[in-house]
């Protein structure tokens, strides 16, 4: 099966950018996907991109995917105190069909230091 | 707000008590899921279900018993749990269309298994 693997923790200054980062291990062509969770909430996607691609750009997010080293990071740009959550990294299963589950990392706790 | 409702938000339940977790979609979907988060593992994908055909089972124990009775409701019914089944129980939904259609998370149900 799949394995999706993130650091547990980053903190970072208010201001400052943040850098969350994932490894993947499937090899097939596949999508990626950010979600982020806030406590006491479900999981909010906030940005996927598809393995052929090697950047994704929305506002203050930016998606970096080094195929090769099956690498997937996340830029918050100008990070803010309401972004303090948890971020998940998240790999389709790939079997195809109109619906497919997601395998999901463990999640990476960011935290905002003022 | 993402559409996506559970019932109950928290649950409190004995080893051999039997009990239902109830999802609702107002999104005009057609695919459903069911995902654990518990402490210690990554999230993991449960059940799948698109045009209420299950789709997939992810070796989930028959202890847990999941209902689609239609496009916009699913059920997960439980009985003689064990207590490493509390945990946070996720549902999503999503078109169904194609396997990158966003997946779209319920708040949860806080499941406690004494």
């Known amino acids: 099966g799949e394995d999706v693997e993130q650091s547990l923790f980053l903190s970072v200054r208010e201001g400052d950018s943040s850098v969350i980062n994932c490894t993947y291990t499937d090899s097939s062509s596949t999508y990626l996907y950010w979600y982020k969770q806030e406590p006491g909430a479900g999981l909010q996607l906030l940005t996927y991109i598809f393995s052929n691609m090697d950047m994704k750009q929305d506002q203050r997010l930016t998606v970096l995917l080094n195929k090769k080293d099956k690498h997937l990071s996340l830029r918050i740009a100008d990070t803010q105190t309401g972004d303090s959550a948890i971020y998940f990294c998240a790999e389709s299963f790939g079997s195809g069909g109109g619906a497919d589950g997601l395998t999901f990392g463990k999640g990476t706790h960011l935290i905002i230091q003022p | 707000e993402t559409g996506v409702t559970q019932t109950p938000r928290h649950l409190v339940m004995g080893m051999t008590n039997k009990k239902s977790l109830k999802c609702e979609q107002h999104l005009g979907h057609n695919a459903m899921y069911w995902y654990k988060q518990s402490a210690k593992k990554p999230l993991e994908l449960m059940f799948v279900?698109?045009?209420?055909?299950?789709?997939e089972n992810n070796s989930v124990p028959s202890r847990f018993s999941p209902e689609c009775p239609n496009s916009s409701h699913l059920f997960l019914h439980l009985h003689t749990l064990q207590p490493e089944d509390s945990a946070l129980y996720l549902c999503?939904?999503?078109?169904?269309?194609?396997?990158?259609?966003?997946?779209?998370f319920g708040p949860g149900t806080r499941l406690t298994v004494l």
């Open positions: 279900y698109n045009f209420k055909e299950q789709t």
């Open positions: 999503a939904s999503s078109r169904g269309e194609r396997s990158t259609d966003t997946q779209y």
